[in-house]
């Protein structure tokens, strides 16, 4: 099938890349003309895992193409609709604005019979607006709503091998079945493998998304409550995490306690579903979810409670080591990013703070240019009275604390993710902080 992709950010760029894969001929727009140069080079303007390979391999085939030109859609059959929705400044809701921008830009160039698969996450009641405007200019087009599920850092598996498919697809019977007839073609290689369908309508697809985000956030925030009562009464919230997650209700993935989650998904579609539910008169359905905000921002203060308690009140000059930028492992993605905030707020106290991270250093200098950025953590421990891991990396996780401990002036750590093997770090002279868990 010939598609196109509109958006090629983190979801648009790996989603074309994977069409390609499954043997399409692919499209895949977007304003930024530099990021489609890098692109149509077969090169990832942004790290990804596993995505770099695909690019080349796909560029090269001849089946993956990138544009600035909305023209070089005109023969798709499907279009995917992946652009961002921000967080609108000033307030809680979705931005919108690119989304009905590249709506505007690409109808012209609907055929009757095309399909418009949108795969941003959008707030509930979006699709049925964006389905007048195109029926608008093209009467004869479909649209309907496909719902992306990516985790970073393992995109193209959750392309190519997702845990499940979403269609939304339009109220008429009719432009229903042909909807789904088209999207059919599309996933027919990842239907084949038996991954779960469901159908449904538009309303719930945009739901769907949002609901598994806020769920997922709630699992994180309540174990990072949970972790904050076994600070005060010296309990160990892993081994509790551990327990409660044996039971098959509950589960124990997500439930590690951290300084909580970031990114430029989960929050932002935090906020907008609550914003969405004001709008629609039911703010009172989703009221815990500003507390499970609530919680999640908290997280970021102990940790820089924690460092303070640490140094004592003279802190201006005093250096301290964050290991970690990145969101989370395997990204280069700062956005909304835990790890980068308390950098920041370290260093706006007067520390001497010293940052470092696989990927995600030129990410956050275009971000913060004032902290100190080094390449490795042999180079951000050096000197330092403090040491702060606050994003997992295998890197980290791996670090002797023998070694550590011939770089630093002060043998104390700050286990921000709870990575870190407590025993081992103990046992070699330091002082060990986690989440939740006894200081050793």
Same mark, same amino acid.
């Given at each position: ?26 499209? &895949? ?45 005109? $023969? ?50 979006? =699709? ?15 649209? =309907? ?39 059919? &073609? ?14 449904? $309508? ?90 499970? $905000? ?6 970021? $203060? ?84 403090? =040491? ?53």
């Amino acid at each position: 099938m010939k598609v196109s992709v509109i958006g090629c950010g983190y979801l648009g760029a790996v989603h074309a890349a994977a069409m390609a894969a499954l043997g399409h001929h692919v499209v &895949g727009v977007d304003v930024d003309a530099a990021k489609i140069a890098k692109l149509a080079a077969g090169e990832a303007p942004f790290f990804e895992p596993e995505l770099p390979e695909l690019l080349a391999e796909q560029v090269a085939s001849g089946r993956l193409a990138f544009s600035t030109d909305y023209a070089a859609v005109n $023969d798709a059959q499907v279009h995917f609709l992946a652009v961002g929705t921000p967080q609108t400044k000033g307030s809680q809701a979705a931005d919108l604005t690119y989304v009905y921008t590249a709506i505007d830009a690409l109808a012209p160039h609907l055929a009757p019979g095309s399909l418009v698969a949108g795969k941003s996450t959008v707030p509930v009641g979006t =699709a049925a607006k964006l389905s007048e405007r195109v029926k608008t200019v093209q009467p004869e087009a479909l649209l =309907a709503w496909n719902p992306e599920f990516l985790r970073e850092g393992y995109a193209v598996k959750d392309t190519l091998v997702p845990d499940r498919i979403v269609y939304g697809l339009p109220a008429d019977a009719a432009e229903a079945a042909a909807a789904k007839a088209l999207l059919d &073609g599309v996933y027919a290689e990842i239907l084949d493998k038996g991954i779960p369908l469901i159908a449904t $309508d538009c309303q719930t697809a945009e739901l769907v998304k949002v609901a598994a985000n806020s769920f997922l956030a709630t699992k994180i925030s309540f174990i990072n409550a949970i972790a904050e009562i076994c600070d005060r009464v010296g309990a160990d919230v892993t081994r509790l995490a551990d327990a409660i997650g044996l039971d098959d209700r509950i589960g124990r993935r997500f439930l590690n306690a951290g300084v909580g989650f970031g990114g430029g998904c989960l929050p932002k579609d935090l906020r907008a579903f609550i914003a969405r539910a004001e709008e629609l008169g039911m703010s009172q359905s989703l009221s815990f979810l500003r507390e499970v $905000d609530e919680i999640n921002l908290r997280q970021r $203060d102990r940790i820089v409670t924690m460092v303070l308690d640490e140094l004592g009140k003279d802190i201006v000059g005093r250096r301290v080591a964050v290991l970690g930028l990145a969101f989370k492992p395997n990204s280069d993605d700062v956005r909304d990013s835990p790890a980068l905030d308390i950098a920041v707020r370290l260093n706006g106290l007067g520390l001497d703070v010293v940052a470092t991270d696989p990927e995600g250093i030129e990410n956050a200098r275009l971000r913060h240019p004032q902290l100190n950025y080094v390449a490795s953590w042999e180079e951000a421990l050096s000197g330092a009275e403090v =040491a702060v891991v606050v994003t997992e990396w295998k890197d980290y996780k791996c670090i002797s604390p023998e070694a550590a401990a011939a770089l630093v002036s002060g043998l104390t750590i700050i286990d921000g993710r709870n990575c870190l093997d407590a025993e081992s770090w103990t046992a070699a002279g330091w002082r060990y902080i986690g989440m939740g868990r006894r200081e050793s």
